[in-house]
């Protein structure tokens, strides 16, 4: 099992440029979440899915959209990055009602973002 | 929303001595309480958990205790060791997990 996989490790990108990043995971985990990472705040929800098809608003939804097209899959991409969302992007996944039954998400290795 | 408050932001201590870090939550719906430690330049991980219906758990040089009345729950190191200095991270989960904003804990030799 790879577990959670996160794509690319580190990308630069200039104002107003798009991008993807990349999530996948091996554990068939039906629910799928984006968080971003910035200093002294801790992890805030971008989006999330709880199966294929499905996906949802989390905290700071705004400039970013996802899909899931498949239960492996959920990417987060960036339609015009802006300097404010420079920072690093973590994608979990984890069964369905893990949150509520008391089981643990599972982190990929993170994507650093800079954001010029 | 759920709200999760977290204190210290920041703390030392001396190798041997004990660490407590304070987690409070706004939603009394919330029934899981996980912490996570997180190493420069690293993922989050899993060190320890709690589920609403307990009231303190234990893992060897690690325990969580929980106050669903007060709505609080702490994280206790004992015998710390410099490994041990990281960012850690509670949260609280009902739908989805809402973190806190992290302690960053030193350890000093």
């Known amino acids: 099992n790879a577990g959670v996989t996160q794509t690319p490790k580190f990308q630069v990108l200039k104002t107003g440029q798009s991008m993807t990043l990349q999530c996948a995971q091996d554990m068939n985990h039906e629910y799928m979440s984006w968080y971003r990472q910035d200093p002294g705040m801790g992890l805030r929800l971008i989006h999330y899915s709880v199966g294929a098809g499905i996906t949802d608003q989390g905290e700071v939804p705004n400039g970013y959209n996802v899909s899931r097209s498949t239960t492996e899959d959920f990417p987060l991409r960036l339609l015009s990055a802006a300097p404010s969302q420079t920072s690093v992007y973590f994608c979990?996944?984890?069964?369905?009602?893990?949150?509520?039954?008391?089981?643990?998400?599972?982190f990929g290795p993170g994507t650093r973002l800079l954001v010029l | 929303g759920e709200n999760v408050e977290q204190h210290p932001s920041t703390l030392s201590v001396q190798e041997g001595d004990s660490a407590v870090i304070k987690c409070t939550y706004s939603d009394s719906a919330s029934n899981y309480f996980p912490w996570y430690k997180q190493e420069l330049g690293k993922r989050p991980q899993l060190i320890i958990d709690?589920?609403?219906?307990?009231g303190e758990k234990k893992d060897q040089r690690i325990a969580v205790t929980l106050n669903k009345t007060a709505k609080h729950f702490s994280l206790h190191i004992t015998e710390t060791q410099p490994e041990d200095s990281a960012v850690y991270f509670c949260a609280a989960a009902k739908e989805n997990f809402v973190f806190g904003p992290g302690t960053r804990l030193s350890v000093l030799p």
């Open positions: 979990a996944s984890s069964y369905w009602g893990a949150a509520s039954g008391g089981e643990t998400q599972y």
């Open positions: 709690i589920r609403s219906n307990v």
